[in-house]
């Protein structure tokens, strides 16, 4: 579900909002109501979160260090 809340992050960046947890896009917001990581069922993102909370912060296509 898009959110209307100005962007100031960059694209792909997670954060916790009012509501759960965002993705910035280009355009806007988007709220995460899932997660699917590859090659597992979908889970919803609150518990997921519990389980990978460095995931809050993070953004979505950068290679890990």
Do not use: Y
């Not at 959110?3 to 916790?16: F, I, M, N, Q, S």
């Not at 997660?35 to 290679?63: H, N, W, Y």
Request: overall charge negative; aromatic content about 4%; proline content about 9%.
């Amino acid at each position: 579900r898009a959110l209307d809340r100005p962007v100031t992050a960059p694209p792909g960046t997670v954060e916790r909002v009012d509501g759960g947890v965002a993705v910035a896009t280009g355009e806007g917001w988007l709220l995460l109501e899932s997660v699917q990581l590859a090659g597992k069922r979908p889970q919803p993102v609150e518990t997921f979160i519990r389980g990978q909370p460095e995931f809050v912060g993070s953004r979505l296509g950068e290679e890990s260090q």
